[in-house]
């Protein structure tokens, strides 16, 4: 099997190569490492507005809903008015295709999703 993943691996080489684009592996991690500092960012600012409001927040996990998270809609707004400071946009503040998130995994593929 390895063998087969090393050939789609060279294919992918070859036809970017082809097109006259580099294959830079590096660039993967580079987008995982992306999304994983969005998500670190998003948990991080859950814990620390829930402190400061003195919530109990519920364990974050991806299929956590948000209206069972502890956290009330001031805390939300500030959490998101601070992910703006932090990550330099605001996904609400678009052309109102943004829905509400239901879950803590909607809401972070929401600004991961803004991100590419």
Known sequence: MAVCADRGRLGQNRRAMTRGLSYNPAHEYTEIA????????????FEQVAVEQKRKLARLSDDLKLLDS????????LIVMRLE????????DESGEAQFP???????????????
């Open 102 to 116: 239901v879950t803590f995994g909607d809401f972070v593929k929401l600004y991961e999703g803004k991100t590419k």
């Open 85 to 92: 400071e932090a990550l330099g946009f605001d996904p609400f």
């Open 70 to 77: 502890g956290l009330d809609s001031l805390s939300f707004a």
């Open 34 to 45: 992306t999304r994983m500092s969005i998500r670190a960012t998003i948990a991080s600012q």
